[in-house]
């Protein structure tokens, strides 16, 4: 099973965007890394949605929409910084908490967005 299909393709995968993007909004943990998007989550989930819907299997939303993501480019005007990295973590892990109910999948999730969290870093 992929990724796409075990977090329910592209409606599970907005879910957990969306829920991503709710808890930068509240937790204190995220301020760093809420501060450097606009006051409009919309297109940021937007992206992140379909960026994440191509990678883990299903349609290449992003790439069809956006072209190569290239993503250490797009996030190179931003000072995305251990603590950015850490923040941003938060509130993944609290959304694949709340949504993967597999300890084995959310374990590998969560490696997957360490991952991207820390190839994002560039100070």
């Known amino acids: 099973m992929t990724a796409y ?7 599970g995968i907005r879910t957990l965007v969306d829920r ?28 992140l949605w ?14 069809e929409r956006h072209g190569h993501p290239r993503l250490r480019m797009r996030h190179a005007p931003f000072a995305v910084d251990a603590e950015a990295a850490s923040a941003w973590m938060v509130c993944m892990n609290r959304a694949l908490d709340e949504q993967v109910e597999d300890p084995a999948a959310r374990k590998e999730l969560k490696a997957f967005f360490a991952m991207v969290a820390q190839h994002m870093r560039n100070r």
Do not use: C, Q, W
């Open 5 to 11: 299909e075990l977090l329910g393709r592209e409606e």
């Open 20 to 47: 991503f993007y709710e808890l930068m909004d509240v937790l204190p943990e995220a301020v760093t890394i809420r501060a450097m998007h606009p006051e409009d989550l919309t297109e940021s989930a937007d992206k």
């Open 50 to 63: 379909m960026f994440l819907v191509g990678r883990f299997g299903g349609p290449n939303l992003y790439v």
